[in-house]
Structure formats: structure tokens, C-alpha cells
């Protein structure tokens, strides 16, 4: 079994900054790719931000040049530097990862997994 925690939401005024962070923990034998997603009122689920193992991140239109995903493969760790927020960044962000971990009968495969959701307010 593989846990999401996430940290670091928060009220911030326009153009303040907030880092969140998203910890793995349990049985993990690699993270492929882990992302950030966030949902604001009445809208959809939207990829913000996204990094794949070895790879180059990834951006929503909407966040690059002011966002910053990274991650610490040792902490098994991924984090999300918001700078210049706007309060049309308010919203729900959701941690993801794929993760490679053990099944039930002793094999192991990717599976996808969801951090608990940190509410990111941008208002003044």
C-alpha cells in the first residue's frame, strides 16, 4: 500500500508565493512520474505541472514561467514552487504519482496514486 501526503496549501494575497509538498511512503520500488493537478470551484480537474523520471517537466500554459515542479528521488518527494499567484490559481491541487509497488500474490506494477487534496486560496 502506498500513501500521498500532501503540504503546504494556504491563503496567500495576489502575487505572494506558496511551496507544496507531496510525500510517498509505503511499499515503493520506483516513481515513474509524479504531477500536480488542481481543480478550481466549477471547473475540471486540470494538469498543472509534470515530471517523469529522467525527464523535463512539463506545464500548463497558465502556470509556466511562474511555477516550479521538482523532486527529491530520495525522499520519495515531489514539490510545487508557486511564485507570482494569481487568485485565478485558487484552487484544490492534488498530488499524483505512478508508482511501482508490490501487489497482492507477491508481483509487482504501476499503479497510480492521489495525494488528499490541499486547498490553495489566492485573495486579498
Known amino acids: 500500500q502506498v500513501q500521498l501526503v500532501e503540504s503546504g496549501g494556504g491563503l496567500v494575497q495576489p502575487g505572494g508565493s506558496l511551496r507544496l509538498s507531496c510525500a510517498a511512503s509505503g511499499s515503493i520500488f520506483g516513481i515513474k512520474a509524479m504531477g500536480w493537478y488542481r481543480q478550481g470551484p466549477g471547473k475540471q480537474r486540470e494538469l498543472v505541472a509534470g515530471?517523469?523520471?529522467?525527464?523535463?517537466?512539463n506545464y500548463a500554459d497558465s502556470v509556466k514561467g511562474r511555477f516550479t515542479i521538482s523532486r527529491d528521488n530520495a525522499k520519495n518527494t515531489v514539490y510545487l514552487q508557486m511564485n507570482s499567484l494569481k487568485p485565478e490559481d485558487t484552487a484544490i491541487y492534488y498530488c499524483n504519482m505512478l508508482v511501482l509497488t508490490e501487489y497482492v500474490g507477491g508481483g509487482i506494477d504501476d499503479y497510480d496514486y492521489w495525494g488528499q487534496g490541499t486547498q490553495v486560496t489566492v485573495s486579498s
Open positions: 515530471i517523469r523520471s529522467g525527464g523535463s517537466p
